[in-house]
């Protein structure tokens, strides 16, 4: 029997290349997205005809009732789960904090922060050994930025993946003993079409002199790292982090 592998926000960059990855590893797949229903679709078609099984499904992840949907669909369609990323993640233009609204800080905060500890929690539900399952393992898609700070930028969206951060230790402690290890990953200046969400889409370009290896990473790049964090081979290993930034 196949592994089972959720990915939220799975229609591009990290979330696509992730997939891929874990498909050629043979997991079966289930494959959230919120809007990118096409990219989605055809992500999950390739890889079933690749020989893969890989299913999307829509799902808001700051919306408690889509999160519970889209496990009712896991356990509908495979019945288990052993790995959970949570890719899923969202910022808004670049300016100042003076600048932000309430507005924006809770639409940043809710998707970043609760859609995370909401698929967390029915992930836990399933897999803790506690709870009668098999263990497994939870991967956050943290992000450089909680570390750096961005100011000038993003410093919402760093608070919220510092609060992922803190999360995952938390949370890695708190399931050690539930057979379910919780580790992250921190990219850093990844080529995905973030940055133009962000309101700059050549935004590597100008800051790739600030890395240490003088580019952006690549979203494959960071897919090694999250399979190898929901892998045995990193049995060993809960609330780590793996900074994917080339240095920074």
Request: include cysteine; aromatic fraction near 4%; hydrophobic fraction near 40%.
């Amino acid at each position: 029997m196949n592994k089972v592998m959720l990915i939220t926000g799975a229609s591009r960059g990290i979330g696509a290349a992730t997939a891929r990855l874990a498909a050629c590893q043979g997991y079966d797949l289930l494959l959230s997205y919120r809007q990118q229903a096409e990219a989605a679709e055809a992500l999950a078609t390739e890889i079933n005809t690749a020989g893969g099984r890989a299913h999307a499904v829509q799902a808001d992840v700051d919306s408690e009732a889509d999160v519970l949907r889209l496990f009712a669909e896991l356990d509908a369609r495979y019945g288990r789960l052993d790995a959970l990323v949570n890719n899923a993640g969202m910022l808004e233009r670049q300016m100042r904090l003076e600048q932000m609204d309430v507005a924006r800080w809770q639409r940043v905060l809710h998707t970043n922060v609760i859609g995370t500890f909401l698929c967390c929690r029915e992930a836990i539900r399933r897999m803790s050994s506690r709870q009668g399952g098999d263990g497994g393992a939870i991967v956050n898609v943290s992000s450089m930025a909680a570390r750096l700070g961005s100011p000038n930028e993003y410093i919402d969206y760093a608070a919220a993946k510092g609060a992922v951060d803190s999360l995952t230790i938390g949370l890695a402690r708190e399931l050690a003993g539930d057979d379910i290890r919780v580790n992250a990953v921190r990219p850093g200046l990844i080529e995905t079409d973030i940055h133009a969400a962000g309101g700059e889409p050549g935004r590597i370009e100008r800051l790739k002199g600030s890395v240490p290896l003088q580019r952006g990473g690549r979203p494959e790049e960071v897919a090694e790292a999250i399979l190898w964090l929901a892998s045995a081979q990193s049995s060993y290993c809960t609330g780590t982090f793996i900074d994917v930034s080339g240095g920074r």
